[in-house]
Nanobody, 122 residues
Framework: QVQLVESGGGLVQAGDSLRLSCTAS????????MAWFRQAPGKERAFVAA????????TYADSVKGRFTISRDNSKNTVSLEMNGLKPEDTANYYC???????????????WGQGTQVTVSS
């Protein structure tokens, strides 16, 4: 049974930093693309960042480029999202996802975590 468990969300002020983590089990983590998506209230889930299986390639949504950094540790089956310079518009439920193709569409990912809430106050 595949499980993805996110942690690290919380309430922060604009300009603060936060680090999200996602621990995977039940899958061969090192062969999966890993990604972060987010969903704000009343909006569709949106791509945030992705990292290739060995960590050599990353890609980001324009809205977070230069502020967020995705990384992974295959020895620990974890993927992280370092978020700096947080803005109120970053407020959302953040999900990690695992997939087998290098794409940024929600439907391209096979497994999902339950999400962790990030709230940024102004």
């Amino acid at each position: 049974q595949v499980q993805l468990v996110e942690s690290g969300g919380g309430l922060v002020q604009a300009g603060d930093s936060l680090r999200l983590s996602c621990t995977a089990s039940g899958l061969t983590f090192s062969i999966y693309m890993m990604a972060w998506f987010r969903q704000a209230p009343g909006k569709e889930r949106a791509f945030v960042a992705a990292i290739s299986p060995r960590g050599g390639s990353t890609t980001y949504a324009d809205s977070v480029k230069g502020r967020f950094t995705i990384s992974r540790d295959n020895s620990k089956n974890t993927v992280s999202l370092e978020m700096n310079g947080l803005k109120p518009e970053d407020t959302a439920n953040y999900y990690c996802a695992a997939g087998r193709v290098w794409r940024m569409g929600e439907n391209d990912y096979n497994y999902w975590g339950q999400g962790t809430q990030v709230t940024v106050s102004s």
